[in-house]
């Protein structure tokens, strides 16, 4: 069999990392160490390389591009269909991530090299590609043309599948691929370790309660707050620390001072994607009560590590977590329920042990990086075959 060779192209990808960028860069390192020739254009970013090699097998290309916001993704747009031109003989199949305007110089770049495009949706709701497409002329254009333009889809999990079906994708080549997480790396630590760290976090005889994310309109970090400042003498033993940076940075420490909880809720800084792993192994619960999910990356790395994950009862969310097996669900918006959720958890450690335990065994059943990556490789194979 030959070589199969993959270009990606996402707007921006390693070390300039969110959701989207972690799942592309995991899926890129993981088909190459599997064999695969994979190519990467992204933007370029200040300090960056022009061009980096990771391995003889993974090739990263960024791309200049000037201008603010629509500008620059114009400009991007641009590049990319030019890159793909030029390239053409160096790659297989064309792998955009996420259907922005990157998409559509991907599918020109397609029709003029005849080469198969494959586009992964990333989220549903208010904030998922569709949504935000729609609310503009230019996005609901752009959304007509990929669905006339005979791409291939992925979506993350059958609620954006469904999404998508909804407002007119033919479901046929609409593939469920879901992310993945390296499950060696977000891994349980022994209660020894854990109990160490937490002494050197000054968390001696505390059990710890996470949040990790954007703190941004939607992923309800206030709701977070009020819901556990409800939990009164109940939590006494308990600590939350919200773990991010965004722009309600200022909101969350002024509602944080006046529900009077500087002492049980804390806000520490933005944290790299490397050092992740070290709160949630020394985590005991994990908290996501955003209103809009794909597939969480931060839900399936604490259900890796074992932890209890309470997470709202929405899209993604409800295909991860089987409630009462493997994590708890509330209802999206409504604080007496989360509370009520997490009360449920913080008074039940055999809870936590067989929610975590069976978490862990979940993921690693069907969501590590390893298994994604052939469900991609077979996927690539399939479109060759029938192109």
């Excluded at 921006?12 to 254009?41: D, H, M, N, W």
């Excluded at 999404?163 to 891994?187: K, L, Q, S, Y």
């Excluded at 954007?214 to 109940?234: F, T």
Aim: glycine share 10%; net charge positive.
């Amino acid at each position: 069999m030959r070589l199969l060779r993959i270009c990606m192209a996402t707007d921006y990808f390693y070390p300039v990392l969110g959701g989207t960028e972690i799942q592309a860069y995991r899926l890129a390192c993981k088909l190459s160490k599997k064999g695969i020739k994979v190519s990467v254009i992204t933007r370029r970013h200040a300090g960056l390389p022009v061009s980096k090699p990771c391995s003889d097998m993974l090739m990263i290309y960024r791309l200049p591009i000037f201008g603010k916001k629509r500008k620059a993704s114009i400009v991007f747009l641009g590049q990319v269909f030019f890159f793909l031109v030029g390239h053409r003989s160096e790659y297989d199949i064309i792998h955009c991530h996420l259907a922005t305007s990157t998409a559509l110089g991907c599918l020109m770049a397609s029709l003029a090299t005849r080469k198969p495009l494959l586009i992964k949706l990333g989220g549903s709701g208010r904030t998922g590609d569709i949504q935000t497409s729609l609310a503009s002329v230019a996005g609901r254009l752009k959304l007509t043309l990929l669905k006339k333009g005979n791409c291939h889809f992925v979506a993350p999990s059958m609620n954006v599948a469904n999404d998508m079906a909804e407002n007119g994708f033919c479901p046929e080549m609409i593939r469920i691929i879901p992310n993945g997480v390296d499950t060696g790396h977000f891994c349980p630590i022994s209660k020894e370790e854990k109990d160490a760290r937490k002494h050197e976090l000054g968390l001696d005889g505390l059990k710890l309660a996470l949040y990790i994310g954007r703190l941004e309109q939607g992923k309800e970090i206030l709701l977070l707050i009020d819901a556990w400042s409800n939990l009164s003498d109940k939590a006494r033993d308990w600590r939350l620390w919200i773990i991010g940076s965004g722009s309600l940075e200022n909101e969350v420490r002024s509602m944080i001072r006046e529900k009077g909880m500087e002492e049980r809720i804390s806000l520490l800084p933005y944290v790299p994607p490397e050092e992740v792993r070290v709160y949630l192994q020394t985590g005991d619960i994990f908290i996501n009560p955003s209103r809009a999910e794909g597939l969480s990356n931060s839900i399936l790395e604490a259900m890796s590590c074992s932890l209890t994950v309470i997470a709202s009862r929405i899209g993604g969310n409800k295909e991860l977590i089987k409630e009462g097996f493997n994590g708890l669900l509330f209802d999206a918006g409504d604080a007496c329920d989360l509370t009520l959720k997490i009360e449920s958890a913080i008074q039940d450690d055999n809870g936590q042990r067989r929610w975590g335990m069976n978490a862990r065994g979940h993921v690693v059943d069907d969501f590590d990086m390893s298994y994604v990556a052939k469900r991609y490789i077979d996927l690539y194979q399939g479109i060759l075959f029938r192109e």
